[in-house]
């Protein structure tokens, strides 16, 4: 049985990732994509739910209870996910990231026929112990889709940057767009505010992005 190497605890930054069995695809097509993201709300909440008893125009409107977690940065890809959590009591993390879980796998092998388990193994976790690192993962996280676009380019920098940034505002997949303060719906899903303000203005925001784009090269 495998033992988790991170022990949460209460104040402290965690980047939270997982993907699919054996690297398969977990996300096929934009309902898969919107239903795990209406999950990153539902689940995050002491009171229990199920989503079919939900009408589609409230699930955002839902009364969760008392949060479980802060979330502060979230990424989908077609076979992983990322996301920036901190705790608000003890072992809620690990309570949310089962009822998110079991929620979509759930929901994934419904839909496409399928038994056994979608994602590989428990989910990883690495404490974030400093602010630099902390810094680093909201654009490493919102980084992730240009892989769609040009899937080496960490290896051998982006041909055109600015196709790269506007190919990230217009990922709906991920917060890269709340970051951009655009009005959604699911903006709701964050806790911006319980995180260190490293971002005075989508100016900011965008120049951190660049110079990381900049810096893989």
């Known amino acids: 049985m495998s ?14 990732y997982n993907r699919g069995n054996s690297k398969q695809k977990i996300f096929h097509d934009k ?12 689940s995050n909440g002491k009171n229990n739910f199920k989503i079919f008893f939900i009408k ?13 977690v802060n979330l502060g940065a979230y990424c989908l890809m077609p076979n992983h996910f990322h996301i920036l959590i ?31 388990s979608l994602f590989e193994g428990k989910f990883k976790s690495e404490h974030v112990n400093n602010d630099r ?31 790269a940034i506007d190919f990230l505002k217009n990922y709906r997949y991920s917060s890269f767009k709340d970051y951009l303060d655009e009005s959604r719906t699911e903006s709701i899903v964050l806790n911006k505010n319980v ?5 005075l203005n ?3 925001f965008i120049k951190e992005i660049l110079e990381w784009i900049n810096y893989k090269k």
């Open 3 to 16: 033992i988790r190497k991170v022990n949460f605890v209460l104040d402290e930054y965690y980047h939270i």
């Open 31 to 42: 309902e898969d994509y919107e239903r795990f993201m209406k999950l990153l709300l539902l």
């Open 56 to 68: 589609k125009d409230s699930i955002y409107e839902f009364n969760r209870g008392k949060q479980l």
């Open 86 to 116: 901190t705790q608000t009591k003890e072992g809620s993390i690990s309570k949310f990231m089962q009822k998110l879980t079991t929620g979509y796998s759930m929901y994934y092998n419904k839909k496409y026929e399928r038994t056994g």
């Open 133 to 163: 690192y902390l810094k680093y993962l909201f654009s490493y996280i919102h980084l992730n889709p240009i892989k769609l676009l040009e899937s080496k380019w960490k290896e051998v920098g982006i041909k055109n940057k600015k196709n």
């Open 195 to 199: 995180f260190p303000e490293y971002f």
């Open 202 to 204: 989508t100016k900011n």
